[in-house]
């Protein structure tokens, strides 16, 4: 099992802004303020909706595109290190407007209606990086 211990550091609570890319502001936030681990959760409501889900037997990308008002049920994701950039993960659940849900990895173009955004910024023993892993197809902690 990998295992790194972390501490936390300090929180930011975010809102990005109306109509804007939820993946972009997540990345761009990180970037900005050099954070390389992290953990966050979210709720709101966008207005357009992109989600990928991971096909594992042909270990490719499916992007879902739903062009309608959703709300967040619930995002979850974390920050880590993908050669030596931070990058954002994030797996996020919209429910429509019957209380029916769809969720998966969040994807590039999902337009902010209004999100609520807790970051919680870490602080590891050793950097926690991704690496691409032949079993899977995909960047895993190594």
Known sequence: MY???ATVGPVHILKPPFGSDLLKELNDFVHDQGINLAWFTGLGAVSRAI??????????WVDIEKNQRLEVAGMVGNVSLLNGEPI?????????EHGLCLGGHLGPNTLVFNMEILLTTLSASKPVVRKMDAQTGLTVWH
């Open 88 to 96: 954002v993960h994030a797996h996020i659940t919209f429910a429509d």
């Open 3 to 5: 295992d790194v211990q």
């Open 51 to 60: 989600i990928r889900y991971y096909d594992q037997p042909t270990q490719s």
